[in-house]
């Protein structure tokens, strides 16, 4: 008995591995329809989920619902190709999370507050960039790093795209300022959070070189706040070198092209100064 009990069990199904044809069959969309398919079920045991986690007394747990039902719509944009539907669910989730963002206290909430705060800023940019330049971002979620935008579209189009804009500087605003106490710009920013915190800041100093149809002021005015910007998270990686060589952080590339914008918005400031 003592060694019948020592002797290894047998895998469960050994007797049926030589019936097997290969792995069994995966569950993740391959497909845009299998994806479709995935997300409609998913979407529908969510909002069962938001019928009973009530913001009114289940404040994380309907966050966090609400949040998993913006990343299916950004999965599911993944497969997309019409422009106006994606757009169209890009407007969905700005929709469900902006006022999810008015509601929660940044103070009691704060991770909640900031997470929201940087997606709603991505949306709002990834549809400035889908109206503008008429194309989403390039994948991995990266903004494009051209900063001239054609200004011949249509004034309305143009209107849009800079109240977009201007929505994506807010949220930006709001998330950047989250790390500041008392509206002191710390010193240091913890590793955990310093590429995310750049990132925002780059961004933003972006979105302001590409407002459309700005009169002559406002376009110096937004120039000058990007160089600034431009300018401010260049000295941090001075100041903290550990940002382009640390690879949790990895700012060398983006610090590169802010080399490149500081040396190059003097000149485009001076060629708008000057009507040209």
Known sequence: LA??????????????????????????????????????????????ALEY?????????????????????????????????????????LRMLSPLLDLLNPKVYVAFSRQLAFELAEICQHLYELRALGRL????????QDDDVQETCDV???????????KSLTYYGRFVDSYHERGKIPDRID???????????????????????????????AHKLALQEYEWILGYGRRHPEVATKPEIGMATELALCQEMVEMLPQRLSRIAAGR
Not at 156 to 166: D, G, I, L
């Open 191 to 221: 590793d955990d959070n310093a590429r995310v915190y750049l990132t925002a800041r780059l961004n933003r100093a972006r979105l302001r070189t590409k407002m459309i149809g700005l009169g002559r002021e406002d376009l110096i005015e």
């Open 53 to 93: 986690f009530l913001l009114d007394g289940w404040a994380t747990e309907h966050t966090r619902v609400m949040q998993e039902l913006s990343q299916m719509y950004r999965t599911i944009t993944f497969w997309e190709t019409d422009h106006k539907r994606a757009a169209a669910m890009l407007s969905r989730r």
């Open 156 to 166: 309305k189009v143009a209107a849009r795209c800079n109240t977009m804009a201007q």
């Open 3 to 48: 060694a019948r009990a020592a002797e290894p069990l047998p895998a469960p199904g050994a007797d049926q591995a030589e019936a097997s044809p290969g792995p069994p069959p995966s569950c993740a969309g391959r497909s845009f329809e299998a994806a479709r398919e995935l997300f409609k079920i998913a979407n529908h045991y969510q909002q069962r």
């Open 137 to 144: 971002p390039e994948k991995g979620g990266r903004f494009s």
